[in-house]
């Protein structure tokens, strides 16, 4: 096809990336790993972690997932927070030739058990803040192996054992959990398990750039969420992709090592995740942000050094902005404000600039193309409205209902392909069918347009999703859940604009039980679905708009 909007690129961009140059994403961590030694990684509650330790650590970890016979590509589960453990983790898996399977770790017991038992996870590390939760869904899951992680193991000697005392007893942040977990399970501690694997050696895989590094769960149209099976070349080539991209706004660093990116977004998510893995690629250090709703003390971290990358979704940008210690930090050094997850505003575009005197950068991707899609340049000056460019080796085609690509200019579903386009989704060929057009490309579910200079516009959704601060959130999971509460008849729900979360999550309820309150409904999505999943809006209703044929008319919900 025509890539025409290549003409559009800033000079230093190339206009594709090799993933063929790596074996496996194992071999993009051994030359990072070696060639990166002595630089620094990664800092966490001011305690700093090198690309040696993380080689040294991961090492342990994967010899020790391999010491417990799981069978290549088994699935380990990792349901971590921003600490040092999630890095070292994600580099174990993968090392050992395993998949990762990565949890929000504020599932409900509901959410963890679907996505354990559907990506058939044999193993977990888990924090042990979580425990409480997977202790009740474990028996009905083939997890067998959980490695429990405490909030201070990489954090040093006696801070690390400080750390762990205060959140334990102090701030009474993990809730009481048995153990054994269950019957025929084997717990171990995040820090045994690396004393057992420190003397072992790491035996050699066969992964290779079409084995799967991770399935990433994504909000399901069929109200269960979808693990995306991601591979090696999918991952490894968003890497080379976002390298390509943000170099020209980082060189002026000058050594890249020195790159500071601040890691606030959840690593678990597909956006942070892939900024983690590009910080590996290219030896610079992440400043790891455990809770970012604490916004004094996220403030305070970065006014403790120089940081040069902050990716974060809209609402993190507002919230920071309306913190008032938000301009006694020094933004002199940083060059790359990357929005990405929810549509980035204009408002609030405008305001960080003038605040910061960086432009924030607005782009476009999705879980199943490893967060990389399209992105406005990073010498941008101003911000544009639009998602920008498609990045090297990426193919954007507008396309019709029947599949057949559409004219310049005119609107149709955003349609994607390239090398980091995910395979499919896992265990769903029915999905698979419907997603993938006749000529490779994924169709989106997003409604746009894109003009002459190759920049693409977004104007709608096709898709009833609703997104909450960058987060997917499908009405068919919230209505399935709902249904179920006592006293509720049928249920909808959508997506209404909100200042705050770029959407707000709104149910409308017909009652079976008049006596039937908000708070009822309320506590009972509290127990089921996690925090942004939950409705901010309830609203009774005698009855539901539907077509002739029964089905609840969402969009015009929306429009009242």
Known sequence: MDKFWLKSYPPEVPHDINPEQYRSLGALFDESFVKFADKPFAVCMDQWMSYAQLDQYSRALGCYLQSLGLEPGARVAIMLPNVPQFPVTMAAVLRAGYTCVNVNPLYTERELEHQLKDSGATAIVILENFAHTLVEVIDRTAVKHVVMAAMGDLLGGLYGQWITFAVRHLAKMVPAYRLPLTDGCQAIQFKQALAQGTDKQLKVVDANLDSIAFLQYTGGTTGLSKGAVLTHRNIVAAILQSEAWFTPALKRVGDLTKVNGIAALPLYHIFALTLCLLAIRGGSHLTLIPNPRDFGKFIQVLKKRPFHMLPAVNTLFNALMQHPDFKSIDFSTLMVSQAGGMAAS???????????????????????????????????????????????????????????????????????????????????????????????????????????????????????????????????????????????????????????????????????????????????????????????????????????????????????
Request: glycine content about 10%.
């Open 346 to 560: 204009e408002g609030t575009a405008t305001a960080w600039l003038k605040m910061t005197g960086c432009p924030m950068i607005e782009g476009w991707g999705m879980s199943e193309t490893c967060a990389i899609g399209t992105n406005n340049p990073v010498t941008n000056k101003e911000f544009t409205g639009t998602i920008g460019l498609p990045l090297p080796s990426i193919d954007i085609a507008i396309k019709d209902d029947e599949g057949n690509s559409l004219p310049q200019g005119e609107r149709g579903e955003i349609c994607i392909r390239g090398p980091n386009v995910m395979t499919g989704y896992y265990n769903q060929p029915g999905e698979n069918a419907k997603t993938f057009t006749a000529d490779g490309f994924m169709r989106t579910g997003d409604i746009g347009l894109m003009d002459e200079r190759g920049y693409t516009k977004i104007v709608d959704r096709k898709k009833d999703m609703i997104i909450v601060s960058g987060f997917n959130v499908f009405p068919n999971e919230l209505e399935n859940v709902i249904s179920m509460c006592p006293g509720v008849l049928e249920c909808a729900a959508v997506g209404i604009p909100d200042e705050k979360q770029g959407e707000a999550i709104k149910v409308f309820i017909v009652r079976s039980d008049p006596t039937l309150t908000e708070e009822d409904v309320s506590r009972y999505c509290h127990d089921q679905l996690t925090g942004y999943k939950r409705p901010k809006h309830i609203e009774f209703r005698d009855e539901l708009p539907k077509t002739n044929v029964g089905k609840i008319l969402r969009r015009e919900l929306r429009n009242k």
